[in-house]
Every structure is written in C-alpha cells, then in structure tokens.
C-alpha cells in the first residue's frame, strides 16, 4: 500500500485512542467510543494512570473543549466558530475521531453546495430504469451518520446558500430526515449530532437564519492567548509535518519559530510586543495555521535548496507571502514595519537584509 499523505486522525492517533479507550472510567454515551472526560483528556492532553502521554491536540483553554463534548452529548449540533486559522477543522476532526472513531463523515460548503449534497441524491440511471427506490437513492455523509449513530462533519457551514443551510434544520429538530419521493423518512440513531465550522472573515459569507442558529450551541474558538501558547502550536504542528513528510532537514531552532510567531502576533495585533510602537494590520488575517505554512515552506526550502538548517532566507518569501495580499496596501504595511520594527532589532539582520531583498 501506498504511504498516505494525511491519515485521518483516528489512524494516526489510533494507538492514543487505544490507551484512552482500554482506562475510560467513564461511561460513554451510547454509540461513543469514548466517554465525555476521556473525549477530552484526547484533544487537550495529559497522563494515564498507567503513565501512558497523550498528546494536546488542542492548546488553548481546556473549558471550550469541555463545553464543546458536553453540546455533542446533548439534543444541540455544535458551531465552531472564530477566525481563519484558529483550528476548527482540526477540533471538528478530533472530535469525530474520538466520539465515533471516523472522521469521514463530511461536508465540505462551497457556495454551489446544493441540498442534495446534505441530505441526499439519487443514481439516476437506476431512478430512470426503476424510478424512485431506495436503491435509487444516494446517501449523503450526513444521512449516514443518521443511520449509524455518529458524527456528521459540515465544513464552512456560512459558505453554503441560506436556502441549503435551512435543510439542516429538519434534521437538528427533528432528528429525522424525510424522503417524501418514496414515501419514507430516515431517523436518527441514538449518537448521531453535527459539528459544523464557520468564520466570520472570509468573503461569500452566508448569515445563518435564527432558526438554524437555535439549533446549535456555539463555541468560539480564539486565537491564541499568549505568545508561548503560539509558538508551542507552531513547533508541534512543524514536527509533525517534518516527520511526515520526511524532510531531510534539521528540526527548526525555537528561535525561528519564535521570531515568525512575533511577526504574525504584532502585524496581527497593530503593536510590538513591548507595546512602544503602533502598527499598520495589513489585510490578510496572519492566522496561526499560516505561520505553520511559512515553516513548513521554509523547511523544505532548506531541505531542498539550502544546507538542512533553516535560516531567515529560507523564511523570508513565505513570511512575505502571508502578509502581501493586497500587492499595493500591504506592500506599504510590510515595508514600514520592516522599517522601524525589524532593522532595529539588533539579534533580526538576516531577516532584515533576507526580507529586504525581495521587496
């Protein structure tokens, strides 16, 4: 078999959910892998009795994880909601893989995601030869889950047209989806629920209407709080991709990666560090999961066309890239802070002169 690029994170956390699983104290709720405390100490982190380490998928304020289970072992769908790159996908993944053991069950929004894709679809050249039957009919990821207990996943939900997001109602009301063309409907087996993901800062954004939005507890997922949190994200997510990808490269120094993050937080914030001077935020949202982007480049920068070490030159185009979006607005942006922020740090020349040489 083919080495996979990404596995989903129920095979590549399997031995992790293995360990949670055989000392779960808890009582799983029904068609749960796992139970509710267990679901978290998977996504946030921490020791077994048996001295066994699981690894923080998530690092950030551990209530958001815990208030995110609880919904799910409620009546109520969850929304994770917050700006690019503050890892819904990722929560939304890992939770699936920890309550239903697949992750597989998804929807991605796009604005031509039609309501077929949501609740279901039919083979038509059976519909033609047979007309409406239940071999006809094409179940969706969601309709799936109805039927086996488990967790639906539906990506930028606030994509999708307001007509298709109101299909969805149904469903979280009545847990229950009508197929009214064979006379038939699906009901929801005990387990089932959605987790869906949405940003307020993309273009093409969709408002939910009131209706649907009672049928979901919210969870806002932030940014990260401190500079450390950050740059921790960073690091891991970097060592996970290295290792993946089998870079023949160095592990970064934390000072690469510190100095990345320290970019992203000021341009991002509109001031240094230290709070002194007042910057100009370019348009771009300088998210956390972009400066995991810029490493990452970086690393394969050296890999390839340096010498295995990752240097400011290895950096310098990436960190241009995430924060040039618009060619003249953020040209100007970029150019005053490598001005009057970067020259003057005294331990930053090379990524000044790395930077300053592909303005």
């Not at 994880?65 to 996908?89: Q, W």
Request: overall charge neutral; charged content about 25%.
């Amino acid at each position: 078999m083919a080495p996979i690029l990404r596995m989903h994170a129920e095979h590549l956390f399997a031995q992790e959910l293995e360990e949670l699983r055989k000392n779960d104290e808890g009582k799983p709720p029904a068609n749960w892998v796992l139970s509710p405390q267990s679901v978290v100490t998977y996504l946030t982190g921490g020791k077994l009795k048996n001295g066994f380490e699981v690894s923080p998928k998530y690092i950030g304020n551990k209530r958001l994880m815990e208030i995110a289970v609880a919904t799910l072992t409620t009546d109520r769908a969850l929304l994770l909601y917050g700006l690019p790159g503050t890892a819904k996908s990722w929560v939304s993944e890992h939770l699936a893989a920890a309550i239903s053991g697949d992750s597989t069950l998804i929807v991605q929004g796009t604005a031509g995601t039609s309501e077929e894709a949501i609740r279901y679809g039919w083979n038509y050249a059976k519909l033609l030869a047979e007309g409406p039957s239940e071999r006809a009919l094409v179940e969706t990821p969601v309709m799936r889950a109805m039927k086996t207990g488990k967790i639906a996943r539906i990506e930028e939900l606030t994509r999708i047209g307001a007509d298709v997001q109101d299909t969805l109602i149904t469903v979280l009301s009545e847990k229950t989806m009508p197929v009214p063309e064979i006379n038939t409907e699906v009901q929801a087996v005990r387990g089932f629920n959605v987790i869906a993901t949405a940003n307020n800062r993309d273009k093409g954004v969709n408002e939910l209407s009131s209706a649907l939005k009672r049928r979901f507890n919210t969870v806002i997922l932030p940014v990260p709080d401190s500079m450390e949190e950050e740059i921790d994200i960073v690091r891991r997510r970097v060592e996970s991709f290295e290792k993946t990808m089998e870079l023949p490269a160095e592990k970064p120094a934390l000072q690469e990666i510190r100095r990345i993050v320290t970019i992203f937080r000021e341009l991002r914030n509109g001031v240094t560090e230290d709070g002194k001077t007042k910057l100009k935020i370019p348009s771009g949202t300088l998210s956390t999961a972009e400066a995991i982007s810029v490493v990452n480049n970086g690393l394969a920068m050296a890999a390839y066309f340096g010498d295995g070490t990752l240097k400011a030159a290895d950096l310098a185009a990436g960190i241009i890239g995430a924060i040039v979006k618009d060619p003249v607005q953020d040209k100007v942006v970029w150019q005053e802070y490598l001005e009057t922020v970067v020259k003057p740090r005294a331990d930053w020349k090379d990524v000044y002169r790395a930077c300053r040489d592909l303005v």
